[in-house]
């Protein structure tokens, strides 16, 4: 597979990316070995991640989704979280497992956990594919991260710039040349 023009460099390629997710999701799937989790993913930039991680849980699961926008990095942090698409299941006294794409500042997750604990979830599990420690603002860490990455602009496996490039089964560090002409 030939890398996308837009890309600078592959960051994680699509081996690095299968081997990580299935660790990750065989020691989730220890962990809740005879509970039956509601699999919460955030779309749309989870799909990918998401679709591959459930495929190595043993356990019964039922999947849910949930759209959230988060404001710019200059955004109020106490601002709310909105609700673009919200869950169908009632999470009262359920194991959630939120998937996300990446950890940035932290406020998407901070704002959701919050939110599902408010509505009764009995525990909120977190499991990110991508962690920006550097640019963390919120108090927040995934109990479950594959990797963890500096502070560049990234695309594929479900991650996008301006809706593109989501479908790139690698993830790529973005060229600067795309967003800053
Ligand atoms: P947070 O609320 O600041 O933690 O932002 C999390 C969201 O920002 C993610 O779900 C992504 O949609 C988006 N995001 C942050 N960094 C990147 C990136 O490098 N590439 C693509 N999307 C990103
Ligand atoms: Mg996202």
Redesign the pocket.
Known sequence: MTMHPDCERIMLSEDQLRSRVKEIAHEVDKVFKGKRPLVVG?LK??IIFYSDFIRHLSMPVELDFMAVS?YG?GAVSSGKLKIKKDLDRDVNGRDVIIV????????????LKALLLERGAASVTIVTL?N?LE????DIAPDYNCFD?EN????GYG???DEQYRNLPYIGI?KRSVYEK
Do not use: C, P, Q
């Open positions: 955030i930039g989870s988060s990095s996300e794409d990446i950890i940035d500042s932290g406020f998407t997750l901070a704002n991508l920006k640019r963390r603002e919120h990455i560049e602009f990234v695309i991650l996008d710039y973005l």
